[in-house]
């Protein structure tokens, strides 16, 4: 199980070199990422290059028996690029330029930058090649964290070229924009620009597609270092750290995975009612972007962050618990960011491992003793997820298009809507994967697709096809509106599924701010609330509203198909107010909890497999001490009967030959 964090030697004198190696061994790192923002040391000048102070710490570190993750140290260009090439710099939908000062002022559309920074990368990659520290490359550092979406002359040519290899011709793309909508069409591809500051909002499809490019443009730029370092050095595997967590939405990282030798997650705790769940939920939908196989938490926080309006530390307990969570579901390492607190920089006041208080800690106590936890688990390195019964699905497409502009709502928050689901689950204690919407859903016994705005056809006959062959469909509100060119499925809501579903909504249900609507199962709904009226044969109303202008009326439903069954939830209910509704369509379903009837909703249940058997982990959602002795199986760390507050039991089950 490797251990360790972000190292960033430059920031310190010599000396603590030699007391960084001491104290990792201590902890039992065996990995560092290595130089992630080190252009400006590496390359002082455009023609001068500096790498003996590098060459000096990889030295040190394998030396130590420690590996080195190294950056491709081109995540922010050096002070000489900039004043050289100021039309590197990203521009904003208003024409601003994002100047230098921070960090990614670079274009990923750029070719004078591309050139500069794959410039660097091949002198890397050729000095380092034969170095035996070196276990894998580290490209860049959190694509398009703050430079996903740029404006410029650069990306405009290159949006141009993206939409002609899309459509082919300006007709199709005039088609698929709906571009008869305000005088919009064009006769050139030379005509389009990216959707800039406008007297009035952009083409919606128009905006969707320039997301959609954003990210592409970015998989572009990883692919062109990837290259460069699997011809230079093709033992040494390649990856980049993914932000799937709170607040990143902008990168397709289930497109971007295949790019990648093994996939890498970044990940850091909003404060929040669902902090725990939402943790749970990115974790498991990393771990199923890298399609069930072992996965490495590059980065996490060993308390407070610095970058939130209120930054309070991680209550006893929490880095343990938060560590074993993504081990959980499926990360075979545990770093975090970073090795030693900086005294200087914007990030002075981010935790590390080695605090600003240095061993003498209980932050650098709680590392000694997860680093000796680690190296007990060993044996499951290389475990997959096992497929729960149940799955969540998650759709790029859908979060993008669902949230833009001139819309029912602008309160909807697409990736809200399905934590929600996921936090029911765990309250019912029923394990169920979150996965891209281009996963097979074959074995699952329970698909919930929530606020599946953007269906394509290909997308509506794989449900289709789920559902007839014995699988039981949820899905909810403002879905199958649209196709992938944003275009309304007519014939009345909700579109692509109403068939499916055998219902129709006439008009959208949003709700104003403050304005609840009751059910007649005692939820209560806000935000949303759809008038859904049967029209099919078999179509059963699970719930009625009870108050305001919609009592009376069906609010949810479920209609069997064949051996399978297509739901609808025509509201926004919350986590607490889905609980009772996943419980009647889960048990419908047949998927029920594997956990004792006493752990159900205190403890969250994950399970890594591999030939001989499982690795449950038990995972404390409360503040409060839970009685696990119920559940069976060898103790490989944590509590044997009673699991503290945020703490985390794993046990390991052995198959009986040919189980």
């Not at 809200?416 to 996921?422: I, K, M, S, T």
């Not at 890594?608 to 559940?631: C, K, P, W």
Request: charged content about 20%; overall charge negative; glycine content about 8%.
């Amino acid at each position: 199980m490797a251990f360790g964090a972000d190292y960033n030697p430059e920031q310190w004198p010599r000396e603590t070199w030699d007391e960084d190696v001491r104290l990792m061994r201590e902890a039992g790192v065996t990995v560092v990422s290595l130089a992630i923002f080190s252009w400006a040391r590496l390359q002082p000048e455009r023609d001068s290059w500096n790498f003996d102070w590098l060459d000096e710490v990889i030295d040190l570190l394998h030396a130590n028996g420690i590996a080195v993750d190294l950056g491709t140290a081109t995540a922010s260009p050096p002070p000489w690029l900039v004043t050289e090439h100021p039309e590197i710099l990203p521009i904003t939908h208003d024409g601003s330029t994002l100047w230098p000062g921070g960090r990614q002022h670079w274009r990923p559309t750029s070719p004078v930058f591309r050139e500069h920074a794959l410039r660097l990368v091949t002198a890397m990659a050729e000095r380092y090649r034969d170095h035996p520290a070196i276990c894998a490359w580290h490209v860049s550092n959190e694509l398009g964290c703050h430079n996903i979406y740029d404006y410029s002359d650069d990306a405009a040519r290159a949006f141009r070229g993206w939409l002609t290899a899309r459509y082919g011709s300006i007709e199709a793309l005039n088609d698929a924009w709906g571009t008869d909508f305000w005088s919009q069409r064009y006769t050139r591809f030379e005509q389009i620009l990216p959707p800039r500051q406008a007297a009035a909002n952009p083409n919606p499809t128009q905006q969707l597609d320039f997301k959609r490019f954003s990210s592409d443009a970015l998989k572009q730029y990883l692919r062109a270092e990837r290259d460069i370092l699997h011809r230079i050095t093709p033992g040494v595997p390649v990856t980049t750290n993914f932000m799937v967590m709170p607040g990143i939405t902008a990168m397709n990282y289930a497109d971007w995975a295949a790019e990648v030798d093994f996939v890498a997650n970044d990940h850091y705790v909003v404060p929040g009612p669902q902090a725990r769940d939402e943790l749970s939920f990115s974790a498991n939908l990393t771990g199923n972007i890298a399609g069930g196989k072992p996965w490495f938490l590059m980065e996490h926080s060993t308390s407070a962050v610095n970058w939130q309006p209120i930054n309070t530390p991680k209550k006893p307990g929490a880095l343990r618990r938060d560590s074993l969570t993504h081990v959980a579901h499926g990360a075979d390492a545990v770093c975090f960011f970073q090795w030693r607190q900086s005294k200087a920089g914007a990030e002075k006041f981010h935790s590390a491992m080695v605090p600003h208080a240095g061993e003498d800690s209980p932050i650098f106590r709680d590392v000694v003793s997860l680093g000796s936890e680690l190296g007990a688990l060993s044996s499951v390195v290389g475990a997959r997820r096992r497929k729960a019964a149940a799955a969540i699905i998650f759709d790029w497409d859908s979060l993008w298009a669902s949230e833009q502009d001139s819309h029912p709502t602008e309160r909807l928050r697409y990736k809200q809507e399905a934590l929600d689901w996921y936090s029911a689950f765990l309250a019912l204690g029923i394990r169920a994967d979150v996965v891209p919407s281009a996963a097979d859903l074959d074995g699952y016994s329970l698909v919930v697709a929530p606020i599946l705005y953007s269906v394509p056809a290909v997308l509506k006959a794989r449900l289709e096809t789920y559902v007839g062959s014995g699988g039981h469909l949820v899905t909810g509100y403002f879905s199958g509106i649209t196709d992938e060119h944003d275009h309304i499925w007519l014939g009345g809501y909700p579109g692509a599924l109403a068939d499916l579903l055998g219902i129709r909504i006439d008009e959208f249900g949003p709700l104003a701010d403050g304005d609840e609507v009751g059910l007649d199962n005692g939820t209560t709904a806000t935000l949303w609330a759809d008038r859904v009226r049967p029209v099919a044969d078999g179509v059963e109303v699970l719930a009625r509203y009870a108050t305001g202008d919609q009592a009376g009326d069906a609010a949810i439903t479920r209609r069997a198909v064949g051996a399978g069954s297509a739901a609808y939830v025509g509201a926004r209910l919350g986590a607490e107010g889905l609980e009772p509704v996943l419980a009647d369509l889960a048990a419908r379903a047949g998927v029920a909890s594997e956990l004792p009837v006493g752990l159900r909703g205190a403890v969250e249940q994950a399970i890594r497999a591999d030939d001989d058997g499982d690795y449950v982990f038990l995972i404390n959602r409360t503040d409060a001490a839970v009685d696990i002795s119920g559940v069976d199986g060898e103790t490989l760390t944590g509590e044997e009967t009673t699991l503290a507050p945020r703490s985390v039991a794993v046990r390991r089950y052995v198959r009986t030959p040919g189980a």
